[in-house]
């Protein structure tokens, strides 16, 4: 954790304990936050909306669908629960939810093209994979969506922050994620962009006070949804989140998301090819198909090479029968040379 997010936390208890209640300082702080992920993503502000997580963002946006002529929404078996489970709750509500399943941890392009047709209305799906760091052609699924007139949503959880992003040439219509991981966050922040020129059309029903343009008025009888994205808030934030986020955020783009993406494929082509050289087997695929994170094969034993990395200073998740390491902008060639040393000397290799 940088020592900027640390600061901001502890001005966040500042305020509560020196004012009791700063809504105007909240309230600035959480849409500078926001802001700041406009920019991260090259959209305008008016198209970002904060959450609490990507999940509630999620949750929000599908809220504002209804099966008709398109009853149809694509996913595959590679997405993060926090897409596939509110998707899979889509079936109640009417719609037909298609999963596209992986082939040797891949999901071809082609697959998404025999799977979106007429009757498609949205493609949820990953920039890059937490189960084993595989990336995407988002320009080319935004195509295949195009072509059909579906929307199309991407969770870039995994990769903003260390990926370089932009939703205009990238062709995205929707986008989630949240500041725990790349963004240098805490749990509790996410934040969704909608494209301008849909959300005006787009009515949701999981809403609360704050998408309302008047947000402290009492005793509403209609609905009367705020100009911007953030007709998809969900209450009150996660304040302290906020606070992390925007400083997690500022410290993203000083550092730039180009040089911090350069960074991290130097240190990242280095950790396989000595891993490999050391005899672990990848479960991650080819490294022109992967993002910022490499993940290596220990089958049943994955979560306990966590626990055990964990123990030693090492921090790992265990996803499947793969241990995903992650790479930022602040690790380096020692600190690959050290956990290379400790697997070689810990683990078994395949």
Not at 64 to 81: A, H, I, M, Q, W
């Amino acid at each position: 954790m940088s020592v900027d997010v640390l600061e901001a936390v502890k001005s966040y208890l500042s305020s509560i304990v020196e004012e009791g209640n700063p809504w105007d300082e909240w309230m600035k702080t959480v849409y500078e936050a926001a802001a700041c992920f406009g920019e991260i993503v090259q959209a305008n502000e008016e198209e970002i909306c904060p959450h609490y997580s990507a999940s509630s963002a999620l949750i929000s946006l599908i809220s504002s669908f209804t099966p008709g002529r398109r009853n149809k929404v694509v996913t595959t078996e590679l997405d993060y629960p926090s897409i596939g489970v509110p998707l899979a709750a889509l079936k109640k509500r009417g719609f037909d939810v298609e999963i596209i399943r992986a082939e040797q941890g891949l999901v071809d392009v082609e697959k998404f093209r025999k799977k979106v047709d007429e009757k498609t209305l949205l493609v949820a799906t990953f920039h890059v994979s937490a189960l084993n760091g595989y990336m995407q052609d988002v320009k080319a699924l935004s195509e295949i969506c195009e072509a059909k007139g579906a929307y199309l949503l991407l969770d870039a959880y995994q990769s903003i922050g260390a990926v370089p992003i932009d939703v205009k040439k990238m062709g995205v219509d929707f986008l989630v994620a949240g500041t725990t991981k790349f963004l240098l966050g805490i749990p509790g922040a996410g934040f969704l962009y909608a494209r301008k020129d849909i959300f005006d059309d787009l009515e949701p029903t999981a809403v609360s006070w704050f998408s309302q343009r008047d947000p402290f008025l009492f005793g509403p009888e209609d609905l009367d949804y705020r100009d911007d994205a953030k007709r998809f808030e969900m209450g009150t934030w996660s304040v302290v989140s906020m606070y992390a986020a925007r400083a997690g955020m500022r410290l993203i783009m000083r550092v730039g998301v180009d040089s911090i993406w350069r960074r991290i494929m130097k240190t990242r082509n280095y950790f396989v090819e000595e891993v490999e050289d050391a005899g672990f087997q990848m479960f991650s695929p080819d490294l022109e198909k992967i993002g910022p994170t490499v993940s290596l094969f220990f089958g049943q034993d994955s979560s306990t090479v966590e626990r055990r990395l964990r123990s030693k200073r090492v921090i790992v998740s265990a996803r499947g029968p793969g241990v995903r390491f992650a790479h930022h902008f602040f690790n380096n060639r020692e600190q690959v040379d050290r956990v290379v040393e400790i697997l070689r000397k810990h683990f078994r290799r395949n």
